[in-house]
């Protein structure tokens, strides 16, 4: 299938990361549905935006139709809407919680969920999450917790989802990344930022987007979590 012939779901869509893939997917001929929830209207005709909370049910469920709706097929979900909250343990709050478990989880469970219902029947189709090199690599200079306990549950379920669809068509892969240059990071932190990876300097948005077209190509690869992380998974 041409990428003239692709639908993309990209959520978080709205700047950063989410809006580096939107970008890079539109300009080789895909069609997309992007989403975050103060994402603009687009006058492009191959390009849909559904504002929502993607943690919510009622989100998922709009934005998967207006894919088909529109383009008639899934083909890629790129599970990148995330919320990250570096705080010591003990200072975590029930609304950071919520919050993390809503955006983080949530959003992945009920939009993975519709897509997949889409791409059984297509026979066809490829899941894709942003995790984060936390995950996989502890600094006590950046204690986050939370983000282990969700983006470490998208690992799992990546792998377990994996293997309950080998047989039929659908893969499963995720993205580690190290730090990526994105307006989350102040300019004035990037120095330090850079230090925290063994290469010694942040990762950049298109980096991200290689990772994400290289996994979509490769049709022998599934269950993956793929490190961009400028060597931390590795160590120090």
Same mark, same amino acid.
């Given at each position: 299938m041409s990428n003239q012939h692709k639908v993309a779901v990209v959520t978080g869509a709205s700047q950063g990361i989410g809006a580096g893939v939107v970008k890079a997917l539109r300009e080789r001929g895909w069609r997309v549905v992007a989403t975050s929830r103060t994402i603009k209207p687009s006058d492009d005709p191959d390009l849909v935006t559904v504002a929502g909370d993607i943690g919510s049910a009622e989100t998922? $469920? $709009? &934005? &998967?139709?207006?894919? *088909?709706? $529109?383009?008639g097929r899934v083909d890629l979900l790129l599970n990148n809407a995330g919320i990250f909250i570096a705080k010591p343990f003990t200072q975590y709050t029930a609304a950071d919680f919520d919050a993390k478990l809503s955006t983080n989880l949530a959003g992945f469970f009920h939009v993975t969920q519709a897509a997949v219902a889409r791409m059984k029947r297509q026979g066809a189709g490829h899941v894709a999450s942003i995790a %984060?090199?936390?995950?996989?690599?502890?600094?006590?200079? &950046?204690?986050?917790?939370?983000?282990?306990? %969700? +983006?470490?549950g998208l690992n799992a379920a990546t792998k #377990?989802?994996? *293997?309950?669809?080998? +047989? +039929?068509? =659908? $893969?499963?892969?995720? =993205? #580690?990344p190290g730090i990526i240059r994105t307006p989350m990071h102040e300019v004035s932190t990037h120095e330090w930022l850079a230090a925290l990876h063994p290469v010694g300097r942040i990762g950049e948005i298109q980096e991200i987007v290689d990772a994400l077209l290289y996994l979509d190509g490769a049709d022998f690869v599934t269950g993956e979590i793929l490190h961009v992380d400028g060597g931390q998974a590795a160590g120090h």
């Open positions: 998922a $469920r $709009r &934005v &998967v139709d207006a894919a *088909i709706e $529109r383009f %984060t090199g936390l995950v996989d690599h502890a600094n006590a200079n &950046v204690p986050s917790a939370l983000a282990s306990l %969700t +983006k470490g #377990s989802l994996a *293997i309950e669809y080998a +047989k +039929k068509g =659908i $893969r499963f892969n995720a =993205i #580690s």
